[in-house]
């Protein structure tokens, strides 16, 4: 499965093909899901969002631009899913309550700690700066793609992420 088998599902879906977008589905349903997720800090609207976002994409999947990258297309099409959900309802913010007892040796109790301690911070940071941690680290994407998906320059991405990540270490540190 690589770059050239996704450029064939494309084309074969731009011709009609459901068997050829599943293929996309398959393979991206779970980034997209993940990136929702962390974004709207709620499941419910995550599984929406990815809904929506795949159905946006079987729709405009006959202008999509063979040769260009699938991930970034799908990214800039949840993102926007993401943020119509947000605008026409405000998502409740989940709080994540630190339960680990101080002291734990456990090495897979530390991980969890350490991913909490993630979790809160990420729900610490603002909108804006939550998108952008979430599309570099989570969506694997470059700062260029994020770019484009955001329709931000990439001096702007650059800057809100160096500012995100600065504040996510602040928030992750105080609770260590």
Not at 56 to 77: E, H, M, Q, S
Not at 164 to 173: D, H, I, M, P, Y
Request: charged content about 25%.
């Amino acid at each position: 499965m690589g770059p050239t088998d996704e450029q064939e599902a494309v084309r074969r879906a731009q011709a009609g093909e459901p068997d050829a977008f599943r293929y996309l589905v398959e393979r991206y349903g779970d980034t997209l899901h993940g990136t929702a997720y962390l974004m709207t800090q709620n499941a419910a609207a995550a599984d929406d969002a990815v809904q929506d976002a795949f159905i946006d994409a079987w729709r405009g999947v006959r202008g999509f631009r063979l040769g260009a990258p699938v991930k970034p297309w799908l990214v800039r099409i949840l993102v926007n899913r993401v943020l119509a959900l947000q605008r026409r309802r405000s998502l409740p913010t989940v709080v994540i309550e630190d339960v680990s007892e101080p002291g734990a040796e456990d090495p897979a109790e530390a991980q969890v700690d350490a991913a909490d301690a993630v979790g809160r911070g990420l729900a610490a940071l603002s909108a804006e700066h939550r998108r952008v941690v979430v599309l570099r680290y989570y969506g694997e994407l470059t700062v260029p793609e994020i770019a484009g998906v955001l329709g931000w320059r990439e001096g702007t991405v650059k800057s809100r992420l160096h500012r995100a990540l600065a504040q996510l270490r602040e928030v992750v540190g105080e609770r260590s």
